[in-house]
């Protein structure tokens, strides 16, 4: 059974491969606004839909990283779905506790701000194919608010 099952998934991909898909980009981060409990940042991601109707975004999956160390991560279920033809942008809300950012001291330093790696997967429910993930990702530095 598993040998016919890899036989149809390889027809479909061959099938596929020509065939053109949403692509995606993180346009930018920054921050949003400071709690008493955490700083949030907004994170941007851009995404082209090249069909001629709109697409559901099952899921957006996220990682916000300082020095290859995991800071949050998180799932955002069901955030709308792709504009047909167009661009749509998908924002992504990431929330920091402050008892994170201070364990980063060394990272923040004198120019207080953190260095980061945000990794997103933005899951798509493409007709005929299913549940599709593109992977993206993005390196820079976003500012802390400064203290008083």
Not at 62 to 76: A, L, M, N, P, Q
Not at 103 to 132: E, H, T
């Amino acid at each position: 059974m598993s040998h016919l099952v890899n036989k149809v998934k390889n027809f479909v991909s061959d099938k596929f491969h020509g065939v053109a898909k949403p692509e995606a980009s993180v346009a930018n981060v920054e921050f949003k606004r400071v709690t008493m409990s955490s700083v949030e940042y907004l994170a941007k991601v851009s995404v082209h839909n090249p069909y001629s109707h709109s697409l559901p975004i099952c899921e957006v999956n996220y990682s916000f990283k300082s020095d290859t160390r995991e800071i949050v991560s998180g799932r955002i279920p069901d955030p709308g779905s792709l504009k047909a033809k167009d661009t749509t942008m998908v924002d992504v809300h990431v929330k920091v506790p402050y008892n994170i950012l201070m364990s980063l001291a060394k990272d923040i330093g004198a120019d207080w701000d953190i260095d980061y790696q945000l990794d997103v997967g933005l899951v798509i429910d493409l007709p005929v194919v299913g549940n599709f993930t593109i992977p993206l990702s993005r390196k820079g530095e976003v500012k802390l608010p400064k203290p008083f």
